[in-house]
């Protein structure tokens, strides 16, 4: 989120009860349009000594999930995963991070839209 309207905007599409996190700062490995020598080059850099668990891979950007109102994203746990979902989205643009820490108070912060009684509370979605 870059302003106050893109935290409106946010919460205008969410839904009562939600529980939202936000992050701070986020750590991106890579992005970019998703090819065969994309993927060769994260496989290499992602190699099975060198791999990094659980990456969060997702797909368009915030503008994009914006506009588009949806956004696709997954967790892989080692190379034949990352492969497989990159596959997936060939010709499509992903930004590849470590999967987030949810419970990082330094580096979130949380909302919790309230229901249909008007009372919000951590992890009330459903």
Known sequence: MENIND???LLSRSN????ITVFKTIN???NGLVTELFIKN???SQ???NF????LIVNNT???YQK????????VENIDELKEELTDSMNEKVSILPEPDFCDEQNTFHLYVPDKYGISKPGASY
């Not at 009562?16 to 529980?19: T, V």
């Not at 588009?68 to 967790?75: E, L, M, P, R």
């Open 16 to 19: 009562a009860s939600d529980s």
């Open 28 to 30: 991106e490995l890579n």
């Open 42 to 44: 994260l496989i290499t």
């Open 62 to 64: 915030y503008r994009e």
């Open 68 to 75: 588009n109102g949806i956004s696709k994203w997954a967790i």
């Open 52 to 55: 990094k668990t659980e990456l």
């Open 7 to 9: 935290l409106n905007e």
């Open 47 to 49: 190699s099975h000594n």
